[in-house]
C-alpha cells in the first residue's frame, strides 16, 4: 500500500522528496530520523510507477537500488531521474545520493559509471583531510560503512572528495549542494539480513553478527549526514 501524507499548504515548501528503485531498498533509518524530528516528506516509489516531479525539489533523497544506472532501457524511470537530478544540481537544490543515487549524480553530470570490484559488507574508508566543517566532523580519518554494490564511477568535474579508499576510491563526494555517498547510511540489519542472501550460508552468519556489532555507529553516522542535510549542508 502506498503511503499516503497529507501536509499544510504552508509546509509544502519544506518537502523532502525520496525516490525509491526497489521494494527492498527502503529509506531505512532516514525515515525515522525524519519521523522523530517532524519532517515533513514523500517516498515516490518509481518501481510501482510513481510519478517524478516535473520540477526538482527543493530537498531530495536518491536511494540505492539493483539496478544499473546504465539500465534506461529496463527501467524507464531513470533517464528523466537522471535529468531531474542534473536539474537539482543546476538549481543549487540539496540532494543526497546513496550508493546508485550517488551514481545516478555521477551519471547525469555526463560521467560513466562502471562495473567494478564489489564491495558487500563492512569496511573503513578514510574521510579526505582538510575539507572543512561539517565533512571534517562526517567523515574522519578513518571510520567503517556498509557497503552493497559492484559499479563504481567517475568524479563529475568540479565535486570536492570527501571520502575515499584504494578499492573503489570515489567514496563521498559534494558536488554544489549534492552530496554522493558509494556506501549505505541508512541500511537496518532487516534489509541487510534480505541483501545477504546471495551469499553463503556461513558467509550470512557472519556478516549478521558483524552487522549487530556496528549497525549502532553506522544509525549515528545516519543521524549526523541527515543533520547536514536538513541545514543544506551548512556549517
Known sequence: MKRILIIKPDTLFLMITILQHGEYEPAGTIVDYLDSHHEPYQILRLYEGD????????????????????????????????????????????VLGICLGAQLIAAACGKSVYMGMAELGWRSIEGCKGCGAPWDQLFPASFGVFHWHRET?????????????????????????ALGVQFHPE?????????????????????????????????????????????????
Open 153 to 177: 564511477f567517475d568524479l563529475p568535474d568540479e565535486a570536492k572528495l570527501l571520502a575515499t579508499e584504494k578499492q573503489a576510491p570515489n567514496q563521498a563526494f559534494l558536488l554544489g549542494h
Open 51 to 94: 510519478p517524478l516531479p516535473d520540477d526538482p525539489p527543493g530537498r531530495f533523497i536518491v536511494l540505492g537500488g539493483q539496478m544499473s544506472a546504465n539500465d534506461d532501457r529496463e527501467y524507464p524511470f531513470l533517464s528523466p531521474e537522471k535529468k531531474l537530478v542534473r536539474s537539482a544540481i543546476g538549481r543549487d537544490c540539496t
Open 187 to 235: 541500511v537496518t540489519l532487516p534489509v541487510i539480513a534480505s541483501w545477504a542472501h546471495e551469499l553463503s550460508a556461513d558467509e550470512q552468519k557472519l556478516m549478521i553478527v558483524e552487522s549487530e556489532k556496528k549497525i549502532g555507529t553506522n544509525r549515528q553516522l545516519c543521524s549526523a549526514i541527515m543533520d547536514a542535510f536538513c541545514t543544506g549542508w551548512s556549517g
